[in-house]
């Protein structure tokens, strides 16, 4: 029986290795996806919606598939052996049914760039998942839920402020820096929210 997953966050451990959570939808189940800065820039400025900026492999890969009437209809992260994810993508071309070998990182940048279902098997949860909570997720992998709205945590994928200033960087180290300035921006209005919560939350009541 698989399990189908989605996206809940991300964090940048102290060994300078990132980690997507991923959550079972239709349970409390959580797997933690160790993936490269890459993959993990990658997924930001397509959830954050920079992509506009500049044309990733993944991007190119898309625009060939759409060419040619291919779409994939699933990603799969089938088995896990010394703690390596294996992944495939299931793509058609409204006939025939092709699966394809790809890194776990990618398919999940896919699966978001091409909007289809995520799975993980048996297998992988009963050996890799872990049970966490939101506290425990924000304690144990720096990710703050915190720190975006209630329609962004609901509907995006988490990420601290600390881990935007760390893509930001890799960003203009790789001098992609209108992605930079955007990421920038995104990190001044999130301060500015947390701001103006905390001062709410601070305000005298007035007295009646």
């Known amino acids: 029986m698989r399990s189908e997953l989605k996206l809940m966050g991300l964090s940048h451990n102290q060994s300078g290795s990132y980690i997507i959570v991923l959550s079972e939808k239709d349970g409390d189940r959580k797997l933690p996806v160790f993936v490269s800065p890459s993959n993990v820039q990658e997924l930001i400025i397509k959830i ?12 190119l ?8 009437g291919i779409r994939i209809v699933e990603v799969y992260i089938y088995s896990i052996v010394e ?16 699966n394809i070998e790809c890194g776990v990182g990618d398919g999940i940048t896919l699966s978001t760039i091409y909007g289809c279902p995520l799975y993980a098997s048996k297998e992988v949860m009963d050996v890799a998942s872990i049970y966490l909570n939101e506290d ?6 720096s990710t703050n839920l915190e ?3 209630e329609k962004e945590k609901n509907d995006k994928i988490s990420v601290s402020i600390r881990d935007l200033y760390k893509i930001m ?17 995104r990190i001044k ?9 905390k001062n709410k939350k601070n305000k005298p009541k007035k007295q009646k």
Request: glycine residues 6%; hydrophobic residues 25%.
């Open 48 to 59: 954050e919606g920079y992509d506009k900026y500049r044309l990733s492999i993944h991007d």
């Open 61 to 68: 890969f898309k625009s060939f598939s759409d060419s040619y």
């Open 83 to 98: 703690g390596i994810y294996y992944t495939k993508i299931s793509t058609t071309d409204g006939k025939n049914v092709t």
């Open 136 to 141: 425990d997720i924000k304690s144990e992998m």
């Open 147 to 149: 720190d975006f709205g």
């Open 169 to 185: 960087e890799e960003a203009i180290d790789k001098e992609e820096y209108e992605v930079a300035a955007s990421i920038r921006d």
């Open 189 to 197: 209005e999130v301060e500015k929210e947390r701001l103006k919560k």
